[in-house]
């Protein structure tokens, strides 16, 4: 059974650091896209982050320069350095993969893990 797992969130204080990380377990062929969502109470859940196979990179506006998404092929992980956080960035983050199975490709979720920015 295919499992994304993410580990990474707490608390942390305005203009601190967290590194969220999202690793792929299971039996599959490959993972295509890797991405990072994050929904906020009342709120919808957002793209935060993309990153492709071959590492081309998409940033939501409000995190670009402060947020790297990253991959490790060979570990099926995926990464969210975030840095200089601000009080609204706290929200649940999930991480969000197109995994191939065969031919066909499935959509799965992380169960996400909470981010809080507060002092």
């Known amino acids: 059974q295919v499992q994304l797992v993410e580990s990474g969130g707490g608390l942390v204080q305005p203009g601190g650091s967290l590194r969220l990380s999202c690793a792929a377990s299971g039996t599959f062929s490959s993972i295509n896209a890797m991405r990072w969502y994050r929904q906020a109470p009342g709120k919808e859940r957002d793209l935060v982050a993309a990153v492709t196979r071959s590492n081309i990179t998409v940033y939501a506006d409000s995190v670009k320069g402060r947020f790297t998404i990253s991959r490790d092929n060979a570990k099926d992980t995926v990464y969210l350095q975030m840095n200089r956080l601000k009080p609204e960035d706290t929200a649940v983050y999930y991480c969000?993969?197109?995994?191939?199975?065969?031919?066909?490709?499935?959509?799965?979720w992380g169960q996400g893990t909470q981010v809080t920015v507060s002092s």
């Open positions: 969000n993969a197109g995994i191939r199975i065969g031919y066909p490709v499935y959509d799965y």
